[in-house]
């Protein structure tokens, strides 16, 4: 008898226990409603969550909660592709603005993607010459090349710019050199992926693009060093300019893609519940 009386009290408690738990978690799930109606996501997302953690017994609150975390995630995908879309509108603007300045050069027999240049550093316009060009393609990744073509071979791989002064900047050994001759004149080429072996050059070359006069050396088993034209040092920083542009659309279109993929994950999970609740 004692027994029973023993485990009917413990049942009253443990009733009394979860009554308690459901009236908290109820109260919590409330706020976190109203933290999602005001548009704080974050708030209402810490607030179902933290009704997990306090409240496991809480088991109807608990998948109220499923289904309004949903709901946030939902509205929040929503909100950021609005964002992202809107800032796509910005850079486009700021491309269709100057894009028009650059030759876009792309064969679509086979190439997917195309890349620009500044009109002074076209190929046919600079034969002979040796030189830093830059260029930068559809996604935003720009590259310089130093063309060497001054006389006998040097076989260089990396270059160093710098400024009437000891400021100065150079590339690491470029991961992408070759060489050629046209009617027996040696020419040397390397190329240097900005932001990842050029070793800051571009930047240096933004950066000082006011300074009179700059230093080209081509860094091989012989140096050879000339002075950068005026034209060249414009082309640079325009290109950084451009790839600036490039990239940052390219970033957001990744951005993009992620919160579509979210959405439809989220939409997909609501439309099963929603199945299965009606089963």
Same mark, same amino acid.
């Given at each position: %008898?004692?027994?029973?009386?023993?485990?009917?009290?413990?049942?009253? %408690? +443990?009733?009394?226990?979860?009554?308690?738990?459901?009236?908290?978690?109820?109260?919590?799930?409330?706020?976190?409603?109203?933290?999602?109606?005001?548009?704080?996501?974050?708030?209402?997302?810490?607030? #179902?969550?933290? /009704?997990?953690?306090?409240?496991?017994?809480?088991?109807?609150?608990? &998948?109220?909660?499923?289904?309004? %975390?949903?709901?946030?995630?939902?509205? !929040?995908?929503?909100?950021?592709?609005?964002?992202?879309?809107? %800032? =796509?509108?910005?850079?486009?603007?700021?491309?269709?603005?100057?894009?028009?300045? +650059?030759?876009?050069?792309?064969?679509?027999?086979?190439? !997917?993607?195309?890349?620009?240049?500044?009109?002074?550093q076209v190929v046919e316009k600079n034969i002979g010459r040796s030189f830093l060009r830059a260029q930068v393609n559809e996604l935003?990744?720009?590259?310089?090349?130093?063309?060497?073509?001054?006389?006998?071979? /040097?076989?260089?791989?990396?270059?160093?710019?710098?400024?009437?002064?000891?400021?100065?900047?150079?590339?690491?050994?470029?991961?992408?050199?070759?060489?050629?001759?046209?009617?027996?004149?040696?020419?040397? &080429?390397?190329?240097?992926?900005?932001?990842?072996?050029?070793?800051?050059?571009?930047? +240096?070359?933004?950066?000082?693009?006011?300074?009179?006069?700059?230093?080209?050396?081509?860094?091989?088993?012989?140096?050879?060093?000339?002075?950068?034209?005026?034209?060249?040092? &414009?082309? /640079?920083?325009?290109?950084?300019?451009?790839?600036? #542009?490039?990239?940052?659309?390219?970033?957001?279109?990744?951005?993009?893609?992620?919160?579509?993929?979210?959405?439809?994950?989220?939409?997909?999970? =609501? !439309?099963?519940?929603?199945?299965?609740?009606?089963?």
């Amino acid at each position: %008898m004692k027994k029973m009386m023993v485990a009917a009290v413990c049942l009253v %408690m +443990f009733l009394a226990g979860c009554n308690n738990d459901s009236k908290r978690a109820g109260e919590l799930f409330q706020r976190a409603e109203l933290s999602f109606a005001s548009g704080n996501y974050n708030l209402a997302k810490l607030q #179902i969550d933290s /009704i997990r953690t306090l409240y496991p017994k809480a088991v109807d609150v608990r &998948k109220a909660g499923v289904r309004l %975390m949903q709901q946030v995630d939902l509205h !929040e995908q929503r909100k950021t592709l609005a964002y992202l879309d809107s %800032m =796509m509108q910005v850079k486009q603007a700021a491309l269709d603005s100057i894009k028009d300045r +650059f030759v876009l050069e792309k064969d679509t027999a086979y190439q !997917e993607i195309g890349n620009y240049f500044y009109p002074t550093q076209v190929v046919e316009k600079n034969i002979g010459r040796s030189f830093l060009r830059a260029q930068v393609n559809e996604l935003g990744e720009m590259l310089l090349t130093s063309i060497y073509c001054a006389g006998g071979s /040097i076989h260089h791989t990396a270059v160093k710019v710098s400024t009437d002064g000891d400021l100065f900047a150079q590339t690491a050994p470029s991961p992408d050199s070759y060489e050629t001759t046209d009617l027996g004149r040696p020419i040397e &080429k390397a190329d240097y992926r900005v932001g990842k072996d050029d070793g800051g050059v571009a930047a +240096f070359i933004v950066a000082n693009q006011d300074k009179r006069r700059f230093l080209l050396e081509f860094i091989g088993d012989r140096n050879y060093t000339t002075t950068m034209r005026t034209d060249d040092v &414009k082309a /640079i920083a325009a290109v950084s300019d451009l790839a600036r #542009i490039l990239s940052a659309m390219e970033q957001i279109r990744k951005e993009q893609n992620e919160a579509n993929l979210k959405l439809k994950f989220v939409t997909r999970k =609501m !439309e099963e519940a929603e199945k299965a609740g009606k089963e």
